[in-house]
């Protein structure tokens, strides 16, 4: 199938600054795609070379297979939502909502109602008449958005839309913005820094770091198997413990090892074991992190343990509490643990996990 949109070693420079390294992705036809990173990693350069509003400095982009690196943003069929609302602030929301039609030069009936069913589709039918100085932040966010879609584009960038709101509001929005990708059935590229939104909105997440693309796939893919520490710890937290990687004869487990631990790797089957061996890097280089998110680890007895540790920490969170165990490396390990278990701070613990729940990543 076509991609719908495909950059093609596209990148962005402004003198010495790289803002977008080249980069290649696809976005399939009606998926939700959600570029996320932290700030200045590239990801509203990104938005802006898709819609038309910053030329290039290399690469092309296809719209349908078709070259579109240089057409008119006008010409794209794309529409984009704003971090700021930029409404007109003397048009009504009647009128702010009208004008991509105005523009169009759509006949009075069909863009009355037009007008009508974008603003029922945000729920704001009653507030057609105030300016935009009358709404609250949230209110005016969605009166964006209605101007956004009432001239159905097929695809919609939308830059950090509801960075400006609080978090209630964000949530309840969140809800709307999925159930308006539902409807409309466009192809939605979302902007954000706020991982949790990224996890609950998207069909897949590119994510960003200094300029270049870190890694790419669904929530779940980015969760359960990141390729970089980077990943694994912009998404949910990560315990990592980095350490050489040993074979020894007689034992069927690579190890990752160092002065405080030896603790076996699980190789997946569609990973070769020499790829993780670092034969061809420095010997002893410390090149390997594996990693352990909280909720697969569990305290043992020190004997059983992979690695131990002092309790610094035991923090009620509700239905369990947290538990962060000093093992010597820079970060103390996480865990949860029921109320029954839980330790004291002071206490010695070992605490253990099952490897195939783990995953082995490039520092
Ligand atoms: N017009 C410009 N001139 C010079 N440098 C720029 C320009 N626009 C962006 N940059 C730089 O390019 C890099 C990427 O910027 P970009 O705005 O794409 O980041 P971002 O991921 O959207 O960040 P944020 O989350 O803060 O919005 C940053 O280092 C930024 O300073
Ligand atoms: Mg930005």
């Not at 819609?51 to 057409?71: C, F, M, Q, W, Y």
């Not at 939308?158 to 999925?178: F, T």
């Not at 034992?251 to 190789?267: K, Q």
Request: contains cysteine; proline residues 5%; glycine residues 8%.
């Amino acid at each position: 199938m076509t991609a719908r949109l495909q950059t093609i070693a596209i990148s962005k420079h402004y003198d010495s600054v790289t803002a977008l390294s080249a980069t290649d992705l696809e976005v399939r036809d009606g998926e939700f795609l959600t570029l996320l990173g932290p700030s200045g990693s590239g990801k509203t350069t990104l938005l802006q070379i898709l819609a038309g509003l910053v030329e290039p400095s290399g690469g092309r982009l296809l719209i349908n297979g078709k070259d579109a690196t240089h057409a008119a943003a006008g010409d794209r069929g794309i529409g984009m939502v704003f971090q700021s609302y930029a409404l007109f602030p003397h048009l009504s929301v009647w009128e702010n909502i009208a004008y991509p039609l105005r523009m169009r030069k759509m006949d009075k009936a069909a863009m009355a109602s037009a007008v009508k069913d974008a603003l029922e589709m945000v729920q704001m039918g009653s507030y057609a008449h105030r300016l935009p100085r009358e709404l609250s932040g949230g209110q005016q966010q969605r009166i964006a958005l209605a101007r956004c879609f009432v001239y159905k584009p097929s695809v919609i960038l939308l830059d950090e839309p509801l960075g400006a709101l609080d978090k209630k509001l964000r949530e309840h929005m969140q809800s709307e913005i999925r159930s308006l990708h539902k409807d409309l059935g466009a192809t939605f590229i979302y902007v954000t820094h706020d991982q949790e939104e990224a996890l609950n909105l998207s069909d897949r997440i590119c994510l960003m770091n200094q300029s270049k693309i870190e890694q790419i796939g669904t929530p779940q893919d980015l969760y359960d198997k990141p390729a970089t520490a980077f990943s694994a710890q912009f998404i949910g937290y990560s315990n990592l413990l980095s350490g050489r990687v040993e074979k020894h004869a007689g034992d069927d487990n690579i190890r990752l090892c160092n002065a405080r631990f030896s603790v076996p790797i699980h190789v997946p089957e569609h990973v070769p074991v020499h790829s993780l061996l670092p034969l061809d890097k420095t010997p002893g280089a410390d090149d390997i992190s594996l990693v352990i998110r909280p909720e697969e680890a569990r305290l043992s007895s020190v004997d059983d343990a992979y690695v131990k540790g002092t309790v610094r920490e035991v923090v009620f969170a509700g239905s369990d509490f947290r538990v962060l165990v000093d093992i010597g490396e820079k970060q103390p390990f996480l865990l949860r643990c029921g109320r029954r278990d839980a330790p004291a701070p002071g206490d010695t613990v070992g605490v253990t996990w099952n490897p195939a729940h783990t995953a082995v990543v490039t520092c």
